[in-house]
């Protein structure tokens, strides 16, 4: 279940990378447009959903690679039973709040499909599309979180995705 979850976080991380280019993509034609008198309506907006999109999509795999920034100045002071009980604490409240997360932005997502909300700018972009980026990112980060949970409740150490080390951001 590990390999195959590290493949989806891994597949969200490549979407990442491609939004990320995309996002330069579109502010060199902003760029162009302004050297060369042209004009592509929305360009500010389809930036912004690319690097929304990067943002969320990347969430899962940032913290299954271990680069998220855990505040651990309580948790070191911690010994025994009360950090492990710590440890439960944190990763229950973390993915309750994923999966909350996760919850709305799928409900925002198929809210604005239903509604046929679009865009307030220029480009009338229908509003569901760049946020499947968001709820995929947010069900993946609540899959994260709760993957984590549970291989602490089997008392087994969290396995890096493949080519990862732990990033010293304690």
């Known amino acids: ?21 995309a996002t330069l ?38 913290l299954r690679n271990g680069d998220h920034i855990r505040v651990t100045l309580i948790l070191n002071k911690l010994e025994g039973n009360a950090r492990k009980l710590a440890d439960y604490w944190c990763l229950v409240a973390a993915s309750g709040l994923a999966l909350y997360l996760a919850y709305f932005s799928l409900r925002l997502m198929w809210l604005s499909y239903v509604t046929h909300d679009v865009s307030p700018g220029s480009d009338a972009t229908p509003l ?15 899959l994260a979180f709760i993957e984590d949970l549970a291989l602490k ?4 150490e969290r396995i890096l995705m493949p080519g990862a080390e732990m990033a010293r951001t304690e």
């Open 1 to 21: 279940m590990t390999r195959l979850l590290d493949g989806f976080y891994r597949s969200l991380l490549y979407l990442a990378a491609l939004f990320m280019i």
């Open 25 to 62: 993509a579109v502010i060199l034609l902003g760029v162009a447009g302004r050297q060369f008198n042209f004009d592509v309506p929305g360009l500010d907006a389809y930036a912004g959903y690319s690097i929304a999109a990067a943002l969320f999509l990347a969430m899962p795999a940032t």
């Open 128 to 142: 569901w599309i760049p946020q499947i980026a968001m709820a995929l990112g947010s069900v993946g980060l609540a």
């Open 153 to 156: 409740l089997l008392d087994q």
